[in-house]
């Protein structure tokens, strides 16, 4: 198949899933084994409902994708001597336009400067957010955006230029790296700006809601609290869903989320019900696209929340439960 | 004999105790028969599980046994101050209480015991037959929190969960039953390990420690660490489990999540088998995956490391060689009596400030 045909809007997304899933059973062994111990096979072609997610474990536990044909290969982030997932990506165009074209299909990104607070490329080459950040950085003709000097305030000659160009400034980072900088030197950013943050909201250091990070991101910078939105990705996937400030999540066509059983993750959840986020990442033809995530969720039509990492309940040994005991 | 709770002499009651148990067990008026029946019939438990639960207790409960469990746990002098104990029982296994009735029993206090709705005839049946030979007893029970007649408790042991223990505590300060010096005795051990040397044998003890009760005890094997291959450790047991699966087959079907983590196995070409309701595979230790018990390739050392680093989690070690601080493999699924849960003698408690 084509790969740009994954972002051609004229074919279905069951259509373009059809491909990559026969593409996928014939080039991507760990997925064609999984799917063979499940039963499913290319004669009949599971719909987005239930078709097998592989849990994103693999991308540490096994090879996924093609390292000897790879242009860039993402590692998970993680502390020493811990086994990290990789990612091998085959085709670098094809991960630049799904992160171009899924900013793009939220935001007017040719009206957007990027000013981005994390560590540089340099220092983290196998970071797929920042070879992601670089890319927005680089599409930005002004060349005004930029990666900020960690632990320093942003430079307020720089937002000036940004206003003075017409330009409206997202400022994007993981978010406790965010809350960082608004609590050591928070500066008023102009009120048609944008905070991007992203990452889990669960440290070594701290733990907070979503939405009190929102809060202060808002009075630190002096922006509207709806301006504060957030980004959903992982090293796993090459495609991002974004959210405003409501932490519903909304993707791009050729990306699409489900909630899945824990007790059966061959089986989809309706609205309302919490399980694990399931992905179907179009992007991701020439590693996996069908992934189970270690996430949380809850959908609502197209939308979706993201409630943190899925905790399995301990059913071994003695626990008195008042409702069912 | 009106009641057990007015014997002082600790040798009288530990001999009363054990003539009830075996009372009970001989079972001439067809009460305990008719209990296991019934939980059979119900589908509660595997018949073969609760007969295996009802011979630990014909070999483990005798006055001696009793008497030891008694000395070993008691101090002080002989001051009776006679205390509330309420006994939340879960119901994972047959009989999993009985321990903790037997504490209350033989320490002399009074036992207020909700059944679980998962195991209600068992120790029922054990009870009704103490009651009929100590007609004034002070022992109620029921499988309804309500029905107790308790106004506070003094000391109150269950089993539970960081998810599970705060709604049992507010379900019990809402019925008004825990007053400030309420002694809350909360076991949350989940689960155990055992180290096995192959060339030692014993593979049928490592598969009852595995298999008894389809693996949800806290004194369940769930992670077996070994010196060996990991590979050739799950082909024996498979062999192994064999006949012990002929004569208790699993009632169940395997959980979809263990078919499914089965299939996630075999894309990875990670070493596992389905046996019974369990999967078993080689790799990394894990605890939290219901069903799911790990063989990992390790030394003794980073087998107490991971105890060590999974808290409070862990119920026992057990080994089929002589290592220190662990337990005989063998009497993982048949402790004796006076066995700790989560390290703590309930009898030194119950009788704690009491003798």
């Keep these: ?325 | 004999m009106k009641s057990l709770q007015i014997i002082l002499n600790i040798e009288k009651r530990a001999e009363l105790i054990s003539e009830i148990v075996n009372l009970w067990l001989d079972d001439d008026s067809g009460l305990l028969e008719a209990a296991v029946e019934k939980t059979a019939k119900e589908g509660l438990f595997q018949r073969g599980d609760v007969i295996f639960a009802l011979n630990h207790v014909r070999e483990s409960i005798n006055k001696d046994a009793l008497l030891d469990w008694f000395r070993k746990s008691v101090s002080g002098s002989n001051s009776v101050q006679v205390k509330d104990v309420l006994c939340l029982h879960a119901g994972n296994l047959p009989l999993v209480g009985f321990q903790d009735i037997l504490a209350v029993l033989l320490s002399g206090n009074r036992y207020f015991g909700k059944l679980s709705r998962k195991d209600p005839y068992l120790p029922a049946s054990f009870l009704q037959t103490v009651q009929k030979i100590f007609k004034e007893e002070k022992i109620y029970w029921s499988v309804n929190l309500h029905e107790i007649p308790l106004e506070k408790t003094d000391i109150v042991l269950f089993s539970g969960s960081d998810k599970s223990v705060p709604n049992v505590l507010d379900a019990l300060n809402e019925l008004g039953w825990l007053h400030p010096k309420t002694k809350k005795v909360i076991r949350t051990a989940h689960a155990s390990v055992a180290w096995f040397e192959p060339k030692a044998g014993s593979w049928d003890t490592l598969t009852e420690a595995i298999f008894r009760y389809d693996g949800k005890g806290c004194r369940s094997v769930a992670c077996v660490f070994t010196s060996a291959e990991p590979a050739m450790i799950l082909q024996k047991i498979a062999e192994s489990a064999e006949s012990y699966l002929e004569e208790n087959p699993p009632e169940n079907k395997t959980l979809p999540a263990l078919d499914f983590r089965g299939a996630y196995n075999f894309a990875i070409q990670k070493d596992f088998k389905n046996i019974g309701n369990l999967l078993l595979e080689a790799g990394a230790p894990e605890l939290k995956k219901d069903g799911v018990v790990t063989v990992t390739k390790a030394t003794i050392e980073e087998m107490k490391a991971f105890r060590q680093n999974s808290g409070h989690v862990i119920q026992s070690m057990y080994s089929n060689v002589d290592v220190p601080d662990c337990e005989p493999l063998s009497e993982a699924q048949r402790p004796p009596i006076s066995w700790k849960p989560d390290g703590e003698d309930v009898l030194r408690i119950l009788t704690n400030e009491m003798f």
Excluded at chain 1, 61 to 78: C, K, M, Q
Aim: hydrophobic content about 35%; some cysteine.
């Design chain 1, 1 to 325: 198949m084509n790969p740009q045909d994954i972002f051609d809007p004229t074919i279905t997304f069951s259509q373009k899933m059809e491909s990559v899933f026969r593409y996928q059973l014939e080039h991507q062994p760990v997925y064609r084994r999984f799917c063979e111990a499940l039963k499913v096979d290319a004669n009949s072609i599971p719909d987005p409902e239930s078709v097998p997610l592989l849990p994103v474990e693999a991308f540490r536990d096994a090879v996924i994708g093609e390292p000897e044909s790879a242009d860039l290969e993402f590692r998970s982030s993680g502390t020493t001597g811990m086994k990290r997932s990789v990612h091998y990506v085959r085709d670098v165009s094809l991960y630049r336009t799904s992160i171009l074209e899924g900013m793009r299909y939220f935001y007017e990104t040719h009206d957007f400067s990027f000013l981005c607070y994390t560590p540089g490329y340099n220092e983290n080459p196998h970071s797929s957010l920042i070879w992601m950040l670089r890319t927005l950085i680089e599409s930005d003709k002004t060349g005004l955006s930029r990666f900020l000097k960690l632990n320093q305030p942003i430079d307020t000659e720089l937002i000036r230029k940004v206003s003075e160009k017409s330009n409206r400034l997202i400022l994007f980072g993981a978010a406790f790296g965010l809350l960082d900088l608004a609590e050591k030197h928070p500066v008023k950013l102009p009120e048609n700006s944008i905070i991007i943050e992203t990452g889990g909201m669960k440290t070594y250091r701290r733990e907070m809601s979503r939405d009190d990070l929102h809060k202060r991101l808002s009075e630190a910078f002096k922006i509207p609290e709806k301006s504060v939105h957030s980004e959903y990705g992982m090293t796993e996937m090459l495609s991002q869903a974004y959210s405003g400030n409501d932490g519903w999540f909304y993707c791009p066509p050729w990306l699409n989320v489900s909630i899945r059983d824990p007790q059966n993750p061959l089986i989809q959840l309706p609205d309302g019900e919490e399980g694990l986020l399931g992905i179907i990442d179009l992007a991701n033809l020439h590693s996996c696209s069908f992934l189970l995530t270690g996430d949380k969720g809850v959908k609502k039509g197209e939308a979706f929340q993201v409630l943190g990492r899925f905790e399995p309940e301990n059913l071994r040994g003695c626990n008195f439960l008042i409702d069912q005991d």
